[in-house]
């Protein structure tokens, strides 16, 4: 990936992962640059398809582009960087996500966005005032 899509890519998500929102800063390991569809799926390394994630989200995104939802149980895409309004699919409760359509509970049940420690760490970040960014 060349430095020009690598910085485009980092500025556009204000250095945030795009799926949890989580700051840089805040987190001990590197941000990676994610395909929303990945290669083996035919998805390109281009502008329109890649994204800004943390270590943990994108270690569980691995190249999955959906799952079964929690409720319906129905096979639904994963949340698309590109493509989706962040806010028409999750909400914060404290430092709860919420899934408020098919997408976004399995984005968050996928993403394990709601792990124990990720909680906690976010929970402090809201005790500081540093959380959520946007």
């Known amino acids: 990936m060349d ?42 390394t281009a502008t329109n398809n890649s994204c800004l994630s943390c270590y ?14 929690p409720k319906t149980r129905k096979l639904t895409p994963l949340f698309n960087t590109r493509r989706h309004k962040w806010a028409r699919h999750f909400l914060w409760q404290g430092a709860y996500l919420l899934g408020r359509t098919p997408v976004g509970r399995v984005t968050v049940a996928l993403l394990r966005i709601n792990d124990e420690y990720r909680v906690e760490l976010r929970d402090g970040l809201i005790e500081e005032g540093a959380f959520p960014p946007r």
């Open 3 to 44: 430095a020009a899509l690598t910085r485009l890519i980092w500025q556009r998500a204000m250095d945030c992962c795009e799926y949890c929102q989580m700051p840089q800063v805040a987190d001990d390991a590197s941000f990676e640059i994610d395909h929303v569809i990945a290669r083996k799926h035919g998805g390109p």
């Open 56 to 69: 943990y989200c994108n270690s569980f995104k691995g190249s999955d582009i959906g799952s079964l939802d």
